[in-house]
């Protein structure tokens, strides 16, 4: 690249793939500043899981040591029944993924992965967070951009040789490279909650193992996620429903009487939840069909900016992970201009984008299949040894970045 790298990086957002990013570009020897919209850094959600394709680029970022004391390694992903609780197939995880894919399985809350991140980027002197910056315009000039932020009313404007938008669902970067700004409702809501592991219904889960793996219960008309966070000291409980679209935003507190009906004919574990374990929040999934580039000159879309998909493979905080480091490689690697590499790291991060949503497409469709097709799944599920099922993972988290 005819850049030097002591070029400067500009990061619009301040979430997981902006943080990675300028970890991972700071890694790379550029300095790097990030504008968050928010006064506040308040990550949304609950819990995610951390595949090995995702906490391999972690732990060479400096991330994985302040995580892990909040995290839980599961022992596996067991996949239940949501009528009888029967254990239909299990995926094995734990000292496992270590030796298949040579790093961890991890569950957490958002918020503590959001702290390990700043942790590590707080200790990178080339790194400067500013918040309550909101991106305003974008100026293309010959050796880079500069980027123009409203803060309280105060037009600042920002040099670097390249922008990254990381700003989400509904990035403002999206829209000003004119990338297609809308997001879309995908059909379907999250319900979320935590609960302490302590309570009855926590008891309840722990009881069915629920303690030490990530458990899916799966149904013809919704299906649960439940696995520990916070060290094991809660769960975080996601269940997904057909809905309507109910909020442009993120959450939206409501009654529960759609998830309640969704689980009324389950096992008693589960059909309770809906009244017990709340308050729930009702997240509408928002998705982003891949705009038509991810890249503009002087620019690069990542994570759900560019491509927000629906969570029924855990790979959205994962593909903005694998995002961040493969645009910070190809960049860095210092054997193109600027627009030749930011082409080049475009045609590589698709094909594997594309398929990690395909992946997710099957799973819904497989977890709340009814009738005859039901059956077949369960038939096929529980004659599928474990080793085959971790077998048919390894293309997604045994995936090793250009830079490992």
Known sequence: MDASRSGRVIIAGAGIAGLTAALAFARQGFSVDIYERSEKLEEVGAGLQLSPNATRILDRLGVLEFLLPK???PHGVILRDARTLLELARVPLGDTAMRRWHAPYLVAHRADLQSALL???????????TTGAALTGIAHQDQGVTVTFDRSGTAERAAGLLLIGAD???????????AGRQSSFSGEIAWRTVIDAESAIGRGLARIGARENVS????????LIAYPVRGGAAFNLVAFTPG???AEG????????PLERAMRHTAPLLSGLARNAGPWTAWPIHTVRQPSVWTAPGVALIGDAAHAMTPFA??????????????ATFLGAGTADLATALSAWERARRPRVEKVARRGAFNHFAWQAWGPVALARNLVL?????????ADLDWLYGWESVSS
């Open 71 to 73: 995290a839980v390694r």
């Open 119 to 129: 942790e590590a980027v707080g200790r990178q002197s080339s790194i400067r967070l």
């Open 168 to 178: 989400g669902v509904w990035s403002a970067t999206r829209g000003l490279i004119g």
């Open 216 to 223: 899916a219960f799966l149904h013809s008309g919704f299906h």
């Open 244 to 246: 309507q679209r109910i």
């Open 250 to 257: 993120w959450s939206d507190k409501t009654n529960t009487a």
């Open 314 to 327: 855990a790979q959205g905080a994962a593909m903005a992970i694998e995002d961040a480091d493969t645009l």
């Open 382 to 390: 529980k004659t599928m040894p474990p080793e085959k099922l971790a």
